[in-house]
């Protein structure tokens, strides 16, 4: 499967490994890149596997004697009832066989998943374009400060000038009389 977040993509790989080559098999991806978390895991099967066995004999001895029932029953109705009988047995031996088989391929592989992280990109402070975007930033704030001080000192200036035009009006009136 794959998958694509919002920053990183990732895939997942499920295989099945022949058990005499699993070791081989997990030295190689190894090999690939860096493993952050493993894990193996098994289940004993083996009580299954004898019980599944157990019940298989008992069933196809069922049906043994099922069929030598039937080669001796003489009416329709009786063979009847022993074909039924029958059916319900085979079927059930054909279950049994499957979980046998089924635990046979479950012991002969292994099953591998595999997820696969895109590493994240290297990102570096220092560089050409860093040092510009941090040279504009500083400006765009420099002239931010400079335009609120403005602001600030505008006011503060034009209060001061008028207070020396009046001074100086009021300084050349006294001289002049």
Do not use: C, W
Not at 52 to 63: F, H, I, Q, T
């Amino acid at each position: 499967s794959y998958v694509t977040s919002s920053k990183h993509r990732k895939g997942s790989i499920t295989a099945k490994i022949p058990k005499e080559k699993l070791t081989e098999f997990l030295n190689k991806i190894e090999t690939l890149g860096e493993v952050k978390y493993s894990s193996i895991s098994g289940r004993d099967v083996t009580e299954e596997y004898i019980d599944l066995e157990a019940r298989l004999k008992n069933y196809e001895a069922e049906e043994r004697n099922l069929l030598k029932i039937m080669e001796k029953a003489e009416k329709v109705e009786d063979i009847l009832k022993i074909e039924k009988e029958l059916a319900r047995v085979r079927g059930e031996i054909e279950v049994l066989k499957g979980r046998i088989r089924y635990l046979n391929n479950r012991v002969e592989f292994a099953t591998v998943t595999i997820e696969i992280f895109e590493p994240e990109p290297i990102t570096s402070s220092f560089g050409i374009r860093n040092a510009l975007r941090q040279a504009f930033l500083g400006f765009v704030k420099t002239l931010n400060s400079m335009i609120i001080l403005i602001g600030y000192a505008l006011p503060l200036a034009i209060i001061i000038f008028v207070a020396h035009l009046m001074y100086k009006r009021k300084k050349g009136v006294s001289l002049a009389g």
